[in-house]
């Protein structure tokens, strides 16, 4: 069982930054994929970043690409994500979540991630 807490959310203005942190129990961390996923007022939940335990298999979705990088401290069971550039368009509740067995799941789909967060607030004003 894997525990994850989210950090880091608030208020920023449009063209602004933050960073998301994830902080995970347990002593396999470093074997998770771990992804992040954000959920905006009356839509579904979207894929936004994922990385794989050796941090150098990198994706991210399309609308993100160029302004938010992710990347894990595995000595501190911890996963980032820098947001740069942001837009009223990435107010979200972002999740963190993590992914056993990679090597043979898919990556974008929340369906195929295992353990959660609870999710933490990013607001993007204009």
């Known amino acids: 069982q894997v525990q994850l807490v989210e950090s880091g959310g608030g208020l920023v203005q449009a063209g602004g930054s933050l960073r998301l942190s994830c902080a995970a129990s347990?002593?396999?961390?470093?074997?998770?994929?771990m992804g992040w996923f954000r959920q905006a007022p009356g839509k579904e939940r979207e894929f936004v970043a994922a990385?794989?335990?050796?941090?150098?298999?990198?994706y991210y979705a399309d609308s993100v690409k160029g302004r938010f990088t992710i990347s894990r401290d595995n000595a501190k069971n911890t996963v980032y994500l820098e947001m740069n550039s942001l837009k009223p368009e990435d107010t979200a509740v972002y999740y963190c979540?993590?992914?056993?067995?990679?090597?043979?799941?898919?990556?974008?789909?929340?369906?195929?991630?295992?353990?959660w967060g609870q999710g933490t607030q990013v607001t993007v004003s204009s």
């Open positions: 990385l794989r335990p050796n941090s150098v298999s990198q």
């Open positions: 347990g002593r396999t961390f470093s074997s998770y994929c």
């Open positions: 979540a993590a992914q056993q067995n990679w090597w043979i799941r898919g990556t974008y789909s929340l369906r195929e991630y295992d353990y």
